[in-house]
């Protein structure tokens, strides 16, 4: 039976990264046609493969780094870790290629920004405030 | 570290730079602290080899600046419009840590999916060309010596346009390139011999790239005018300055091969591949440099190929590559090589990397590979140099960071 505790505990330890991961919610303006998005096209406009998500223009905004959210986002929607990231936007900073998102400091000033400008896109934890926004994807494990 | 502007062009280029920067920032009253931005790259390497004679500066003794290099770039965009500043300044510890204006231009954004750039730009011969000293960006120390050494390529950068265009086409990513433009003074390192001064050289090309994060193709053609006039008269003056008989020789074996001409062209052609299969990735790319006046440059074929796996932080990788050319009378830089390494991601924006090549070049007794040398003996006059271990062990540290 000892044994069976050791694995039990074992796997908790070993998975619990990834059951204790952050939930996050990716919002838009109220007014934004888009009313859903796939994780794919999030992912495009994120790494500045394109300025559109679903033909709708948008700018996209960061978490800062170090943030868990920011962290979870960027493994479930992007699946890059943080290093992964930071080499990415390397080649494309030094070589002409653009620039990564601008970054909103917390889920509040994420928010605001999203409702202060019509064609914007962000992501905040599951527990933000976002009644006066419009959430187009989920992210859960 | 001893800083020093290379050429008055640059020294021009750096002052315009920051002469714009300047009036924006007088006159410009809605500037915020995000138009401007700065960032840069440093990478700190220590390499050594076995052999007595030095290859990229290489050679048995403990070196800490043939790999180490710092990059800063500025960023200027007035407003929130289309028109963006660049300057990237570049000083590398084997070049005595001269600073270097690699990147400096204006960026407008022509649509969303087209840009141009006006100014100096890089270069982009082969696949990972643009960013070749942003160390963070790839797995290697360096990208491998066979394609992206100094031999090959012996300039880096031009003065001119380049217009880039990015869409998708069927669910895939493509991207395409066309520029145009002259490098104006090419300092050249031949064989130990430096040159420092070339003449200009006319260079257009084309790439293109197309796929997906699974698997991607890229292909590239570029065309170089003018090269055997302004490149090797200067080689020949250099050789017979240091009183080396090449010249003559050549001139004995055949006298039109080294008579200059007008128009001399030279064209390199590549195609190169990258694909990740989840923690898996290979990259491989095939290039070819082909001059129409062949002497004392002959036709090179090279490539390289790299498979490596990422263990969460910890990503070991192993390469392959080789370099051959078809005319091996007075430079037989044929050479192979097998580098085994790993690159450790200490931080976000810290990565540490250690490897070991093993290196052979060709068995013939006028073998050089891509040693910083000359040839022991040609055409049977001995020219009095370190002589060549015929396979040699390089070990390579560096530590590259962004900021």
């Not at chain 1, 868990?68 to 960027?74: E, G, I, M, N, T």
């Not at chain 2, 100096?120 to 394609?147: K, N, T």
Request: glycine share 8%.
């Amino acid at each position: 039976m000892k044994l069976a505790h050791l694995t039990f505990w074992s796997f908790l330890v070993l998975f619990s990264g990834k059951l204790w991961a952050e939930e996050f919610l990716v919002i838009v303006h109220p007014d934004s046609s888009i009313k859903e998005a796939d994780a794919d096209s999030i992912k495009r406009l994120y790494l500045g493969k394109t300025s559109q998500l679903l033909g709708v223009r948008l700018t996209p905004a960061d978490l800062p780094e170090g943030n868990s959210v920011r962290d979870a986002f960027y493994e479930k929607v992007v699946d890059k870790d943080a290093s992964q990231l930071k080499a990415y936007w390397a080649q494309l900073i030094f070589t002409g290629g653009g620039s990564p998102p601008t970054v909103q400091n917390s889920d509040q000033t994420m928010v605001q920004w999203v409702l202060a400008k019509q064609n914007s896109i962000g992501y905040v934890s599951s527990s933000a405030n976002t009644s006066n926004v419009k959430v187009i994807y989920r992210g859960s494990q | 570290m001893n800083l020093i502007i290379k050429n008055e062009w640059d020294f021009m280029l750096i002052r315009i730079f920051f002469l714009t920067v300047t009036c924006f920032v007088v006159f410009n009253t809605s500037l915020q602290a995000r138009q401007l931005t700065t960032n840069g790259f440093l990478t700190v390497g220590a390499a050594q080899s076995d052999a007595e004679a030095s290859m990229f500066g290489i050679k048995d003794e403990l070196n800490f600046s043939a790999l180490s290099l710092v990059g800063m770039q500025t960023s200027y965009q007035p407003a929130e419009n289309r028109l963006r500043f660049v300057a990237q300044l570049l000083a590398r510890g084997a070049n005595s840590w001269e600073l270097e204006a690699e990147w400096a231009y204006a960026n407008y954004k022509i649509t969303d999916n087209t840009q141009a750039f006006l100014g100096r730009i890089r270069v982009p011969f082969y696949m990972i060309s643009e960013q070749y000293d942003v160390g963070f960006a790839y797995p290697w120390i360096r990208p491998p010596d066979e394609l992206y050494g100094f031999l090959n390529i012996p300039f880096t950068s031009l003065d001119g346009l380049s217009v880039k265009h990015q869409g998708t086409i069927f669910s895939l990513d493509y991207a395409s390139q066309l520029y145009g433009g002259k490098n104006n003074a090419i300092g050249l390192d031949v064989a130990g011999i430096s040159i420092p001064d070339t003449g200009s050289i006319e260079i257009y090309g084309v790439t293109f790239k197309v796929g997906s994060e699974l698997f991607s193709i890229r292909a590239g053609h570029h065309e170089g005018k003018n090269i055997v006039l302004d490149i090797i008269q200067p080689i020949i003056d250099a050789f017979e300055s240091v009183g080396l008989p090449v010249t003559a020789a050549v001139l004995a074996q055949d006298p039109a091969n080294i008579l200059p001409v007008d128009n001399g062209k030279a064209n390199f052609s590549s195609i190169g591949f990258t694909s990740n299969v989840g923690n898996l990735f290979l990259m491989g790319e095939w290039g070819e440099r082909k001059i129409k006046q062949q002497l004392p440059f002959p036709t090179t074929e090279n490539w390289f190929f790299t498979a490596g796996y990422s263990f969460g932080k910890f990503v070991p990788h192993i390469t392959f590559g080789e370099y051959s050319v078809d005319d091996k009378t007075l430079f037989n830089q044929d050479q192979e090589s097998i580098t085994l390494g790993f690159r450790f991601n200490a931080t976000s924006s810290t990565a540490v990397k250690f490897e070991v090549a093993d290196i052979e070049i060709d068995s013939a007794a006028n073998a050089i590979g891509l040693y910083d040398s000359l040839p022991p003996n040609f055409n049977g006059v001995p020219l009095n140099i370190t002589p060549l271990d015929p396979e040699l062990t390089m070990v390579r540290f560096s530590v590259n960071t962004i900021f």
